[in-house]
């Protein structure tokens, strides 16, 4: 079974390593208590299946987001409110389709924000993985489920499923989840300000577009047919080669002309510098 999201998983770690490491003897001991088996909960199993082609304008972006956002919120309270003998088929699975739900809504998010041709669009793409950062934070402090992974019995499961559970438990350590509440206060803001200055960081990058100018069509040699009339000689006679994707790849895939390449690969490498 898939765990956390591995952006979420990078982001804790970075978090952990941040803060200033305790004494194990100092770390809280956290209770593993076995609940009566016959007390049956019922725990959702939901795996977020989002269609792009909905995700039209700023608004639906948004408001999908929101609702993914409360939904997830409520499958993780129902997880940490479980009262019950925690399985792999039960709980760990709901737990699976929440990280994984997750996952998705995330990767759409950062996807709209990185690559879609509307700056509002993309702002809102933004916006939402920054709330669903907090979701990843919280899953990953969220001491309530962690106990009740650490008491799932998996001595008769497949080695698959043993090493993602163990794997799980280990990334719950990592994430902080047994520290203390100043520290793990300390974790939910450096995630935060992770999630900020890495949106920053991409989106400079992103906006920073640089021009190549070429004197003739000459220098297009070895580009195919459609890419050269896409790119004819402006009124100054100049032909202007950016370092946006569509531009870049085929220039540096089919470019007879080294230098050429070199030139727009250095203007490439460094934009937002």
Do not use: W
């Not at 898939?2 to 770390?27: H, M, N, Q, W």
């Not at 920054?130 to 799932?152: H, M, Y």
């Not at 990058?205 to 896409?230: C, H, K, N, Q």
């Amino acid at each position: 079974m898939k765990f956390f999201p591995l952006l979420t998983l990078y982001i804790a770690a970075v978090l952990l390593s941040a803060c200033k490491p305790e004494a194990e003897s100092s770390a809280p001991q956290l209770t593993q208590t076995v609940l009566p088996a016959e007390t049956v909960i019922e725990l959702p199993v939901r795996y977020s299946v989002i269609d792009l082609a909905d995700l039209d304008s700023p608004g639906a972006v948004t408001a999908l987001c929101e609702q993914e956002n409360e939904t997830m919120l409520k499958h993780m309270a129902d997880l940490e409110a479980f009262q019950g003998k925690a399985t792999v088929d039960d709980y760990y699975k709901s737990l699976d389709s929440l990280a994984i739900s997750l996952g998705n809504m995330t990767s759409v998010a950062q996807s709209m924000s990185a690559v879609h041709p509307d700056p509002e669009l993309r702002t809102a793409g933004e916006n939402c993985a920054q709330l669903l950062s907090e979701i990843g934070t919280d899953l990953g402090l969220s001491r309530p489920i962690f106990e009740a992974v650490s008491t799932i019995d998996v001595a008769n499961e497949e080695q698959a499923t043993r090493h993602s559970v163990e794997k799980a438990l280990l990334d719950f350590r990592l994430s902080g989840v047994d520290k203390d509440e100043a520290t793990r206060a300390r974790i939910r803001e450096l995630n935060s300000e992770l999630v900020n200055i890495g949106q920053t960081f991409d989106r400079n990058i992103r906006e920073d577009v640089r021009t190549m100018e070429l004197d003739s069509v000459e220098d297009l040699a070895g580009l195919p047919e459609d890419y050269i009339a896409a790119h004819p000689p402006a009124e100054d006679g100049k032909i202007r080669i950016t370092t946006q994707y569509p531009d870049l790849f085929p220039f540096i895939t089919y470019s007879e002309s080294d230098e050429l390449r070199k030139e727009l690969l250095l203007m490439y490498g460094n934009r937002a510098y």
